[in-house]
């Protein structure tokens, strides 16, 4: 009597193209009132000023053109 018990240990070949992509660039979340959020260093101001664009080396052109011609540039821009 021959058993042939054989058992396939064929474990699954996945997880080899698990490709993990951070991708956390989500603004626009809990501003505090009256501030809008710088989207280059992440933080708020009352606005975002040619000077502070500046500390990033762009201008308010290059930020709009970065991030969207109609980003607002103070709170109460907002269309
Ligand atoms: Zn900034």
Redesign the pocket.
Known sequence: MIIEEEIDTEDTREAENAVEEDEETEADEDAPEGMIQ?L????Y?QA?TEP??Q??DMTIQEYREEYGEDMPLRPDDKA
């Open positions: 710088c280059v260093c992440g933080e101001y975002i502070h664009l500390t990033h």
